[in-house]
């Protein structure tokens, strides 16, 4: 069965009067929240600049109890992160779980157990989460949604309304250390029917518009405020990397302009993103963000997804080509981010530990390997988003997110299918972008980047 009658929570979730919305920015005025105008962000009428951290297990994390539940890891990782000048943490307010039960490679457990359901464990712990960023002087860029398996994500909508299976594409078997599963097209080809399909359109997107009404309208129970009036908060994220629909530029932007307008009319002072990769070339990045609701651009960069470097060469040419092309792609997206008139931040890079020939897995990927290419690559990247953003270059970039903190968070020590909750989400090998509390040469460069940012803060 394809098609279910909702249209009464249709009517609900769609409708937010303007009435309603003048209304509650009356109530709850607030300086302290981070705008965009121009190429810039700015906050408490300073320009601000992002140096950030992708802390994708937050809410689990968060939690009051349970097998994630890790309250004082939090703590201990976010004051290390304070320490560092990290300001901004990107979290995902997003994850579903599946009707056939226990699936490979996913968090559990999920905030949203079927449509309209959730477990309100998993949502007191982002309330939890949330309310302590202001101690550590910190926001959120918050994920709405994903389109990867690894939280359930909108595949998942497409289970929900078809009643079959997700067609998982190749992940890491934690069990026998390799990498297995099915055809990646054939994973594109389902998930892409969330947005794409014209039968599930109207059920899928009703689905994630309550999501989205509940995570934004939800009040904190720890801080007493609503999501749309904390501050803590930077951007509302709509996926986490949306794929494009091959040809289809007109339905991409509909679904963008649809969701990004419904944000906006539920709050009309955080900002919007998309949270695109932006690896398809400018015409792609513009219809990505072109929408009047978008207010901050988004760009990640994979050197070794996207097969720009090699990690089986311990050599300095794979990695050095892999900075070049970097150096090209974060000059392309200021450039467009510019032709826009908005700011742009690079919410995700990465790099795996040192591999050069080994075998992936627990002993490739412990704390103990090396990260000489990673630190080399980390401290390019730091160059060119400064020189093409901030004080001291004349681009759009306002920062950069690396992927991920795993802080004082290790891998496990023998095979296992228990989420380790590290830095790399539970499809991939736990420990193979992580970085860890222990990683001196990396944070180094994590603080250096950070005292850049402070420093074109203070000269304006």
């Known amino acids: 069965m394809y098609l279910f009658n909702f249209l009464p929570l249709l009517s609900f979730v769609a409708m937010v009067s303007s009435q309603e919305l003048s209304q509650h920015i009356m109530v709850r005025p607030h300086m302290d929240f981070i705008s965009a105008h121009g190429t810039r962000l700015f906050r408490h009428g300073r320009p601000h600049y992002i140096s950030g951290a992708n802390y994708w297990q937050a809410m689990n994390l968060g939690m009051a109890s349970g097998p994630s539940s890790a309250r004082a890891r939090v703590h201990d990782d976010l004051s290390h992160l304070s320490s560092l000048g990290v300001n901004m943490v990107r979290i995902l307010a997003a994850s579903e779980g599946s009707q056939y039960g226990w699936q490979p490679d996913r968090m559990y457990p999920a905030l949203m157990t079927a449509p309209g359901t959730y477990d309100m464990d998993v949502f007191d712990g982002l309330d939890w989460f949330l309310a302590q960023l202001p101690r550590y002087n910190m926001t959120a860029v918050v994920s709405l949604s994903n389109y990867w398996t690894w939280s359930g994500g909108v595949a998942q909508y497409v289970s929900w309304a078809t009643d079959t299976r997700i067609p998982y594409p190749v992940q890491w078997d934690h069990l026998r250390q390799v990498f297995a599963g099915g055809e990646y097209q054939a994973y594109l080809d389902y998930t892409n029917r ?185 401290a390019a990247v730091a160059d060119a988003v400064a020189e093409n953003g901030g004080c001291h270059g004349e681009g ?62 203070l000269v304006y």
């Open 194 to 378: 969330f947005y794409a399909d014209p039968q599930l359109y109207n059920t899928t997107q009703m689905w994630l518009r309550d999501h989205i009404h509940r995570v934004v309208t939800r009040t904190n129970a720890y801080t007493g405020l609503e999501y749309r009036d904390d501050p803590s908060i930077l951007a509302w994220e709509l996926m986490n990397e949306p794929q494009i629909i091959p040809g289809d530029y007109d339905a991409m932007f509909r679904w963008i302009d649809e969701t990004a307008s419904f944000i906006r009319a539920l709050d009309a002072r955080h900002l919007v993103t998309t949270g695109a990769e932006s690896k398809n070339g400018q015409q792609w990045f513009s219809v990505m963000h072109r929408s009047e609701y978008i207010s901050l651009a988004s760009a990640h960069f994979w050197p070794l997804n996207w097969g720009l470097y090699n990690s089986t060469d311990s050599t300095l040419g794979s990695v050095d080509f892999a900075i070049q092309e970097m150096r090209k792609f974060v000059e392309g997206v200021s450039q467009w981010s510019q032709e826009l008139d908005m700011p742009c931040v690079l919410f995700e890079y990465g790099m795996m530990r040192d591999q050069w020939g080994s075998s992936a897995g627990l002993g490739a990927y412990a704390p103990s390997a090396s990260v000489t290419h990673r630190n080399r690559f980390y």
């Open 396 to 457: 759009a970039l306002a920062g950069s997110a690396f992927w991920a903190y795993a802080g004082s968070a290790r891998p496990p020590v023998l095979p296992t299918e228990e989420v380790s909750w590290t830095g790399d989400p539970p499809h991939e090998p736990p420990g193979w972008n992580s970085v860890y509390d222990n990683d001196t040469l990396t944070l180094s460069v994590i603080r250096d980047f950070s005292e850049r940012l402070n420093g074109c803060q």
